[in-house]
């Protein structure tokens, strides 16, 4: 069966410091790829999918990127972190037309 | 912007009780889609309806679809505490596998 694995579960960074998460999928090949942002009391932005290794599509213009070096790893990161990039992290994974699968998120902090 | 918007946001009710939620969208779909999320976690598919279906059903969940007036219910009948959680609607378009997501209902059946 398939799988998604999202760490860190909660991370707490100073402003200005860079930031890396993973998600990784099992199970699956060649899945769709997406990373969400939710902020408190709010639904999803998306902020960033792939459709496959090394493409990458950006919803938003923002402080973040992200990178598929491999067909089932999603990475989100950041050079330098804002105080607005605190919130709710969600990766996700679909197949065709199929549903999406989420993640436990990340909550990310920013002091 | 294609995100969906629920009604009401916020709704409690008593075990055994129907509860109700609304998603309002603006634009042509090719599918809504019901997800629910417990506090802190990622979201869970609970059911997908085609643009080309009125009604489905799946266990105690009741989803209805009205192209015209681009709106969308979904029902959860005999409500158990264990219903707690928010839901959120999201659409998804005539193009690449992209979900657009409301702000979600939260929804606190009392036992």
């Known amino acids: 069966s398939q799988t998604i694995h999202q760490w860190p579960a909660t991370l707490v960074q100073p402003v200005g410091s860079p930031l890396s998460l993973e998600c990784t999928v099992e199970g699956t090949s060649n899945p769709n790829l997406y990373w969400y942002r939710q902020a408190a009391g709010r639904g999803l932005q998306l902020l960033f999918y792939?459709?496959?290794?090394?493409?990458i599509s950006s919803e938003v213009p923002q402080n973040l990127s992200a990178s598929r070096p491999q067909d089932r790893q999603f990475i989100l990161s950041s050079k330098k972190l804002l105080l607005s990039d605190s919130g709710f992290y969600l990766c996700a994974w679909s197949v065709g037309r199929q549903p999406q699968h989420f993640g436990d998120g990340t909550r990310l902090s920013i002091l | 912007s294609q995100q969906g918007e629920e009604d009401p946001q916020a709704l409690s009710i008593q075990e055994g009780e129907n509860a109700t939620m609304n998603c309002s969208y603006k634009?042509?779909?090719?599918?809504l889609q019901w997800y629910r999320q417990n506090s802190g976690r990622g979201l869970v598919h609970l059911i997908l309806?085609?643009?080309?279906?009125r009604e489905k059903h799946s266990g105690r969940l009741r989803v209805t679809l009205d192209t015209s007036k681009k709106s969308s219910s979904l029902l959860i009948t005999a409500s158990r505490a264990a219903d707690t959680a928010s839901y959120f609607c999201a659409t998804g378009g005539t193009g690449a596998n992209n979900l657009f997501f409301g702000t979600g209902t939260r929804l606190t059946v009392i036992p």
């Open positions: 792939s459709v496959g290794i090394g493409q």
């Open positions: 634009t042509s779909i090719n599918n």
């Open positions: 309806i085609r643009s080309n279906e």
